[in-house]
């Protein structure tokens, strides 16, 4: 594609080629399904790695309470659309990505949105089951990821693995601390499941969720 | 029969360990523990705790063997 060596991008890139399907990232367009702590270091992790166009969904604005592990926001931003400031941000670390930015609820997403993944970024469980269901009744694919204190855990869910309502039983409590470290590695382990699905590279993380404990350095892989 | 268990989130943070080796009865299922746990941990009573046994996802009629993982499910993001 000539794009691809047009100006600075060439270079840009250099140091992933051997690494990724340049050319599809670059046509790849992913949906960010909150751009909170995980959807924020995804978010980065993507346009850094030259995702050509990145949709984010969020309706929340910016809270003192997020500047502990949301990168993408500063003390300014407080009281602002964190969508509109991601969006600014984005541009600044790769001005050649396309960011568009959706300020409602990932349930009221409009049906004439396009993408090719949905990457987890939310915060509670009715709101992962409708993007699961979004994602896979477009035939893409949902990484889901979710953290609590030191702890994380991620998976790969197309229409042929296990869903969420597969291993998610019961009632999820929920826990509200949660540190930049464990957002950052999670969500850096999400946007690499969605670098290799649209690279065709590697093995996925289907039907396979991966738990880490950092507190204790444990990690397990649990067959689903 | 002696099991080990590896405690992660804040199942580990509640109850102080890690891991611990513990003795339960022979052919001991997933229910039978995730009932001596809430039992021994009052932290634990009202939670809803995952399990798996060599590296799978474990049901609750599933038999124990001696390595066990203990998780919640969390939905922070």
Do not use: C, W
């Amino acid at each position: 594609m000539l794009f691809l060596f047009e100006g600075d991008t060439m270079h840009r890139y250099e140091r992933q080629r051997d690494l990724v399907n340049q050319e599809r990232l670059l046509k790849a367009k992913v949906m960010i399904a909150g751009v909170g702590g995980l959807g924020g270091f995804t978010a980065v992790n993507l346009a850094l790695a030259g995702v050509g166009t990145l949709i984010l969904v969020d309706p929340d604005t910016v809270e003192e309470s997020n500047l502990n592990r949301q990168l993408l926001y500063r003390e300014e931003h407080i009281g602002r659309k964190k969508v509109m400031v991601a969006r600014d941000f984005l541009k600044g670390v790769n001005p050649h990505i396309d960011v568009l930015a959706i300020d409602t609820p990932v349930e009221n997403v409009d049906d004439s949105i396009d993408f090719d993944v949905v990457v987890d970024g939310l915060d509670n469980y009715p709101s992962r089951i409708h993007a699961e269901h979004l994602a896979l009744s477009r035939g893409v694919p949902f990484v889901f990821g979710a953290v609590e204190g030191y702890m994380g855990m991620l998976t790969f869910i197309d229409g042929e693995t296990k869903r969420l309502k597969h291993f998610m039983h019961g009632r999820v409590s929920q826990n509200s601390q949660v540190l930049a470290g464990t957002a950052a590695f999670t969500a850096s382990l999400q946007a690499l499941e969605a670098i290799k699905y649209l690279s065709g590279r590697g093995d996925l993380l289907r039907n396979r969720l991966l738990i880490y404990d950092a507190l204790s350095t444990n990690f397990v892989e649990v067959k689903l | 029969m002696k099991v080990r268990i590896r405690y992660f989130g804040r199942f580990a943070m509640e109850i102080g360990k890690f891991s611990e080796e513990i003795e339960i009865r022979d052919g001991a299922t997933v229910r039978e523990l995730i009932k001596m746990l809430r039992e021994r941990y009052p932290a634990l009573k009202n939670e809803e705790i995952e399990v798996s046994i060599d590296g799978k996802y474990a049901p609750e009629d599933m038999p124990l063997t001696y390595e066990v993982s203990v998780y919640p499910m969390i939905s922070g993001g």
